[in-house]
């Protein structure tokens, strides 16, 4: 039974920092590549970021662009995402996920149903 696990959210003033990281089990993690995703209120779930399963190959949405890095350590399973410059308007619930199928993909993973395992979530807040 695969699991995903994020944590790092919390609330942060506007120009500041935050990390996310995102931990999965029950399945063999550098055949997948994963995808980072946020929800704010009364909207709907956004693609962020996603990075191929050796971590070679990242995307990012034009929003965050410049400002989010994801990387990812397969020897611990875990998949970051680092946020620096945060603005309000980040302001979300985070899922990170992994895609539903292994290997390369030939597109860029953008939705929701590319993604087969979603952790809980973990909320961000920026303060202005």
């Known amino acids: 039974q695969v699991q995903v696990v994020e944590s790092g959210g919390g609330l942060v003033q506007a120009g500041g920092s935050l990390r996310l990281s995102c931990t999965a089990s029950g399945l063999t993690f550098d055949d997948y590549a994963m995808g980072w995703f946020r929800q704010a209120p009364g909207k709907q779930r956004e693609w962020v970021s996603y990075i191929s399963m050796g971590g070679k190959s990242t995307s990012y949405s034009d929003s965050v662009k410049g400002r989010f890095t994801i990387s990812r350590d397969n020897a611990k399973n875990t998949v970051y995402l680092q946020m620096n410059s945060l603005k309000p308007e980040d302001t979300a619930i985070y899922y990170c996920?992994?895609?539903?199928?292994?290997?390369?993909?030939?597109?860029?993973?953008?939705?929701?149903?590319?993604?087969?395992?979603w952790g809980q979530g973990t909320q961000v807040t920026v303060s202005s």
């Open positions: 996920a992994v895609s539903r199928a292994t290997g390369q993909w030939w597109r860029v993973p953008r939705r929701v149903d590319d993604y087969a395992n």
